[in-house]
């Protein structure tokens, strides 16, 4: 059973079964080109929008896969989570799709816009004080009066298999790829993006991008053992989370390397791509554009997909507009 | 020979002429959906995506058709425009796919900006003083020094067959549409699609959208005769020039009705669209979205293809942040 496997169980066919599962809920995305990166980077991009998605993230596909796996009675107790992003948000979407609840815990301080955005998509949110401590009593709370499921936004085997699903689109979409780059904060999409390729494509060399201030990943790459920080600040707010045992598992078998870049490269290029690709990305996804800008030698020539991983973005505070 | 026809002589065969000369220059952009829309509206939304259009525009349509039909002879002397928006881009683009120079007549005081996106697609400014005087002596001025083709935006039989392609485009990707909506300053897009769609598909109903504040198409359609404002005021800076004779046939003869929508309607479709589509669009596209979401009656249970008309716009001065 998929939700007691450990990461390293996962095969192939995970992947395919996931596919099938999720399918009728998803959507196959399309892959944009720009002739204007092209030229900037010498590199072939293939920008696989995940911002076009469901639930606007490609989360949701880990999070169908968790909601659509579960045996009629483990399901009918509903499922339950204590992110407050796009994890919240892709639960609360396939829950819905399944008709059975879904439990955030959330701080009570967290934006009002996040709350009604989980609301929308038919959550249901406890509130508990802004600590670790409070978070992880109210969510046992939760828990234990309802009976729910916990999903968790990475480190869970399903959520793995169901983002693996994205790169194996992208191969049956993008002929003869050199390189795949992904932003990198749990790992999950890069898990996932390990499990296919290593299976199907193992030439193909697999590129995690984080920003400097929040630069875990490329520590504990090189480190060869997790490090995690406390609370990094940066604009990426998908990427401040650590790695854990199951994502450490692909990041450290297969993963090329972790490139970095500063806050002001990250905004840069996502006002870049706004601009010239006319399409809405979040900081998260601007990270691995960023370091193709700081690392150009490590493209140049190479069909490279890119993960844009979602476009919920508050259009009212733009980091370029933010003093 | 097309520079000396007018209006009403454009025929389908100029469209597929047109389509087969412009093809190597301009992107087949892809039809987008959004469940979202759907159920807000209770009609099919079918978004042509001419943001995604080389130079950020369906302009370049109409443009790259002016340029490509010279003869090797009129094509030496370049060509040139007085616009300053998506027509001054678009022209500089095509003129500068074929080898050729496009002079470009700017006011001094227009915005750096759109200065250097004009330069960035090899157009060649000559500056004149922000009045219509001015800029009409400095035009001749450039017309006579080099004997460049003027190209006008929109009143130009070559440019309204170019805009048509887009329609050509949209009934072989979209089946069965009851209806399509495209925004309307100038006409040009309406002309296009009015041209194509009256040959083709003539049961298919033309909606055209402007602002109340620049509605001059408007009260031109219920009048009767062109009705032409001074410098109207509006968010939908694409929208503010006046019909000519040559769309001015078009719209008295094929479009099915004008709707309005305030400002705010406006600005709050275009955030909207970007938070639900994740794509940026200009506020002129925006308009259409407007008009459906004032007037459901008028497309609830229609199969409506919307036209995307571009996403170039300053993310700098964004309409809802500014007060």
Known sequence: MLDSMIGSDLTIDDVRAAHDRIKPYIHETPILTSSYFNALTGAELFFKCENFQKAGAF?????????????????EKGVATHSSGNHALSLSYAAGRRGIPCHVVMPRTAPE??????????????????????REAVFAEVQAATGAEFVHPYNDPRVIAGQATCSLEMLS??????????????????????????????????????PDQADD???????????????????????????????WHFVSSFVTDVLTASEQEIIDAMKLTWERMKIVIEPSCAVPM???????????????????????????KLPWTLG
């Open 59 to 75: 989360k949701v596909r880990g999070a169908s896969n968790a909601v659509f796996g579960l045996s009629d009675e483990m399901a």
């Open 113 to 134: 816009a996040k709350k009604a955005a989980v609301r929308g998509y038919g959550g249901i949110i406890t509130e508990c004080e802004p600590s670790t401590t409070s």
């Open 173 to 210: 979409q993008v002929e003869n790829m050199d390189a795949v780059i992904a932003p990198i904060g749990g790992g999950g999409m890069i898990s996932g993006t390990c499990l296919t390729l290593s299976n199907l494509a193992p030439k193909i060399e697999i590129y995690a991008a984080e």
């Open 217 to 247: 990943a490329a520590r504990s790459f090189r480190a060869g053992h997790i490090i995690a920080d406390d609370a990094p600040v940066t604009v990426a707010d998908g990427l401040k989370v650590p790695l854990k045992e199951n994502t």
């Open 290 to 316: 960023a370091t193709i800008l700081r690392n150009p030698e490590v493209f140049r020539g190479k069909r490279v997909g890119v993960v844009i991983t979602g476009g919920n973005v508050d259009l009212d």
